[in-house]
């Protein structure tokens, strides 16, 4: 069976090249623009993860993954947190909001992030970085 993973994304271009590297991996994907809506997703679909950009309008990926575990059945799924800019976020202070690892898309390619995934989709989860 296939595992879901939710998308949540505010750049229209990373969003879609994120969906299609991991659609070619066979995971199933749903997206969302926006924290908010990536909260509305997660209630509808459960997904086995998320990923979210750090940086986004209206509800951020740290607000989102406190709101995922505080208010849906995500208590325990991993949440893998995306940023070009890791080194603006005070990352000591973010370790408590739910985040399961950070992962710094500036530099890295695809086979990274995936490498990454699976880690976090066969692991149990545990904070890091990437």
Known sequence: ?????????????????????????????VTACDGLEGFTQAQIHTPDLVITDLNMPLLDGVALARKLRDETALAKSPILALSANLSDYNLPERMNSGITRFYDKAGHDGASLLSTVRNLLDAPPSVGFA
């Open 1 to 29: 069976m296939s595992k879901k993973i939710l998308v949540v994304e505010d750049d229209v271009t990373m969003r879609e090249t994120l969906t299609a590297l991991l659609r070619r991996e066979g995971f199933e994907v």
